[in-house]
């Protein structure tokens, strides 16, 4: 009698194990559908791609604002050399003298002025409209220095905090 018992042990036990090997595959399966099926591999490599792309437009910004600078340093050396110039060419100028920039111009106000393309005086400007639009950096920092907190400004302008943050960030540092 005592075999009969344990052969039923050990049938119980198989049956046991069975059912536990059964229950795991399940979880596995169902956490899997929670992931979406993707394997954190591919959502590894993916973030990995973004991150790659952030930090290089990172570097075109940071070139183009240095470019930017550069620039306006050069503006601010020649208009002392430019007075001499303007009187030694004879009747009017068409053009407007440019008016001296404040040594700290806001971040806007540089994209702004970078946008301006002048024209050249021989063709005509009255059939010309331009249409100058905020870029995107402008409207956040334009937000930002009003008041409103960085997720009031990503929600507003559908963009992410992170981006928000970047270029707020980014002001922060060339103004200081």
């Not at 591919?42 to 183009?64: A, C, F, G, P």
């Not at 806001?106 to 249409?131: C, H, N, R, W, Y």
């Amino acid at each position: 009698m005592e075999y009969v018992f344990i052969i039923f042990s050990l049938c119980l036990h198989l049956v046991a194990f069975y059912l536990i090997v059964i229950l795991v595959q399940r979880m596995n399966k169902l956490k899997n559908d929670m992931t979406g099926g993707v394997d954190q591999e591919s959502i590894q490599v993916t973030l990995d791609h973004y991150l790659e792309e952030i930090r290089q437009e990172n570097d075109d910004l940071i070139k183009r604002l240095k470019r930017l600078e550069n620039a306006e340093k050069k503006q601010e050396q020649v208009p002392a050399s430019e007075p001499v110039a303007e009187k030694k060419q004879p009747g009017p100028s068409s053009a407007p003298p440019p008016a001296p920039k404040e040594n700290k111009t806001s971040f806007a106000e540089q994209l702004k002025a970078s946008m301006i393309v002048e024209e050249p005086s021989g063709l005509p400007t009255e059939d010309v409209e331009d249409t100058v639009e905020q870029s995107m950096a402008s409207r956040i920092l334009q937000l930002h220095e009003s008041g409103l907190s960085v997720e009031a400004i990503a929600q507003q302008l559908n963009q992410g905090k992170g981006e928000v943050e970047l270029i707020i960030n980014i002001h922060n540092k060339r103004q200081s």
